[in-house]
């Protein structure tokens, strides 16, 4: 019943308790501190998700562990009126700060919002053309079963596309990108969040995540096929694609 919560060992209802207090506690701030920490590059990673996913009007689309609603914003507007995009996420706060911002912006009528577990999701077998989950697994207590729930309800045809943190090909990039992910991201959270400990998590649960290889594994291990996956920013971030046929 061990998992981890960053590099410490603990009992899965604790992870799952654990995560919850990290993205209340950064939902307010969330989208802002993306911008910082990443540069703003998160926005491009983001991008080059929607370009891949091939998403087309009238499909339906699961945003899931969506969180603030970025790529729903981009594939609400993709799918048109006779789509259908679904933003889930486990957590209320993070589901409501994104339900405003996407209001705000005048998104509505094709989005839906439904507060959801990964690892058993509440919708029925082969529904959705596309389901994308980005920096959410990581975060994830049973990521098997989360990839198997998200293979049933897939469409034949339809494909996952997994953007997260993942494993820098180089070396000494390694070393600058570890200096600045345990140096500088906690004291960042700490002056604008005050909350250095959420933004550690984040940094040990990026080490602790599977690599590039290990995910195109699990996703194959699931019923995954033609798994391919792309470094993103020298392997910083990897996104893994994989069909349901
Ligand atoms: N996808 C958004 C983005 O790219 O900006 C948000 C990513 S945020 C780092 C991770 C999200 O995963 C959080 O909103 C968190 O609540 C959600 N999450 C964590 N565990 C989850 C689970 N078991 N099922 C669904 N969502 C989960």
């Not at 259908?84 to 919002?113: A, P, T």
């Not at 200096?179 to 998590?201: C, H, K, V």
């Amino acid at each position: 019943n061990q998992t981890h919560f960053g590099f410490q060992t603990v009992d899965k209802e604790q992870k799952v308790h654990k995560v919850a207090e990290v993205f209340h506690s950064v939902a307010a701030k969330y989208d802002i501190m993306n911008d910082l920490m990443s540069g703003g590059v998160h926005r491009l990673w983001k991008r080059h998700t929607i370009a891949c996913s091939g998403v087309r009007t009238g499909n339906k689309v699961l945003d899931l562990a969506g969180g603030t609603g970025d790529l729903t914003a981009k594939f609400s507007r993709i799918v048109g009126e006779t789509g259908q995009v679904i933003l889930s996420d486990i957590n209320e706060s993070m589901l409501n700060v994104g339900r405003d911002k996407l209001r705000d912006m005048g998104i509505v009528g094709n989005v839906e919002y439904v507060q959801a577990n990964a690892e058993c999701l509440p919708f029925a077998d082969n529904q959705f053309d596309v389901v994308t989950i980005a920096f959410g697994l990581r975060n994830v207590t049973d990521k098997d079963a989360a990839l198997a729930s998200i293979f049933r309800v897939l469409k034949p045809g339809g494909r996952l596309l997994v953007l997260e943190f993942s494993k820098p090909v180089n070396e000494t990039f390694s070393k600058v990108y570890d200096w600045y992910s345990f140096n500088i991201l906690p004291s960042m959270g700490q002056m604008i969040t005050n909350d250095a400990e959420s933004y550690r998590y984040l940094a040990e649960s990026i080490r602790m995540h599977p690599d590039q290889e290990t995910l195109k594994g699990m996703m194959e291990q699931v019923g995954f096929e033609e798994v391919t996956y792309q470094n993103l920013t020298g392997g910083i971030v990897a996104l893994h694609k994989g069909y349901k046929f």
